[in-house]
């Protein structure tokens, strides 16, 4: 089987018929329908049959053109990649995997703001922890970044050794829950879980199958069995409904200035254990310059969320009544 081949099926299969193909493709009709049939032979199927009409593609041939399709557009984009432009420099590549978390955004759009090579291809993509893991276990990402708890630990530690993945703690929080900021909750020191019934409770979505400790929220066991739960799967959607209803959800209670209109605020949680985030990569394996960069400006972000939110939770506290 050749790309050349390929083409003869996929450019019959678009002009309707071999005479056709042949004219646009500058080539015999007899050459078309030899080289065509040596394949058909080869794998032991039929592409199409032949009528006065033109051509009809069978069910084994419509199947294999989904095939053929997709392998000649993975052939041009490899000849645009490396082709005329084999003798430029490489692009330089990055890419980050985290859960729902905007000081990670913040920390990569710091990475764009700190300027790039002429040529760069770089990625963010924000996904359950679940992904994440598997995102640094299969190289899709440089880094990942999830969070620990006292309850969580043991069971993502075994899944990260089973991985050869290694988690790095960048910094302990509180954990919080998220609310509006004209929320019954707002403006208390802390809340304890007893405080939470009643309130409607907002969860990421995440694969069946996977385990509650590999939530995007913190855990607390109140909320295996909430009485009204809502499931969302993106970051704007869940705060959208937290600045617009009396939903709360639960995390590390990070906010970063930038990204926030105030509509939505945070509490600390009463009597947890500290949500720890941090980030992950191979074990052993040799982080890129620019890798090194990112975490840098990572730990920097954090830094900035952990003082912003504190600033923010004492001016509420300090205007709530009594």
């Known amino acids: ?21 042949a004219h646009k493709l500058v080539l015999s009709q007899s050459g078309i329908s030899t080289a065509v049939r040596e394949l058909e032979e080869e794998l032991g199927i039929q592409f199409f049959v ?33 082709g005329e432009g084999r003798n430029a420099a490489a692009p330089v590549r990055f890419s980050v995997s985290t859960q729902r978390y905007p000081f990670t955004e913040d920390a990569f759009l710091r990475l764009l703001r700190d300027g790039a090579d002429s040529r760069y291809r770089y990625a963010i993509k924000e996904t359950g922890m679940d992904a994440v893991i598997e995102d640094v276990y299969d190289r899709r990402s440089d880094i990942g970044v ?16 089973a991985r050869d993945l290694e988690f790095h703690e960048v910094a302990a929080v509180p954990p919080c829950i998220y609310v509006h900021k004209d929320h019954p909750l707002a403006g208390r020191d802390a809340v304890r879980e007893e405080d939470l019934e009643g309130f409607p409770y ?58 926030i209109s105030q509509a939505v605020v945070t509490v600390p949680l009463a009597g947890q254990a500290s949500f720890r985030i941090g980030w992950i990569v191979p074990r052993g394996g040799r982080l890129s310059p620019l890798a090194e960069h990112f975490i840098g400006l990572l730990e920097q972000s954090v830094a900035d969320s952990i003082r912003f939110t504190q600033e923010l ?6 205007k709530a009544p009594g």
């Open 1 to 21: 089987m050749t790309f050349q081949q390929l083409t003869y099926v996929v450019e019959i299969f678009k002009c309707g018929s071999i005479n056709k193909a």
């Open 50 to 82: 032949r009528s006065n009409r033109g051509v009809e593609f069978t069910p084994e041939g419509e199947e294999f053109l989904s095939y053929a399709i997709s392998l000649l557009e993975q052939k041009r984009r490899i000849e645009q990649l490396y």
């Open 146 to 161: 999830i969070f620990l708890t006292d309850l969580t630990e043991k069971m993502i530690r075994r899944l990260l050794d």
């Open 202 to 259: 907002v969860s990421f979505e995440h694969a069946q199958g996977v385990a509650a400790d590999l939530s995007e929220e913190y855990q607390m066991m109140s909320m295996k069995r909430p009485d009204r739960c809502i499931t969302v799967n993106d970051r704007a959607t869940m705060m959208n409904i937290l600045s617009r209803t009396d939903a709360f959800t639960t995390g590390s209670g990070l906010l970063v200035e930038s990204f």
């Open 313 to 318: 939770h004492r001016s509420l506290t300090q």
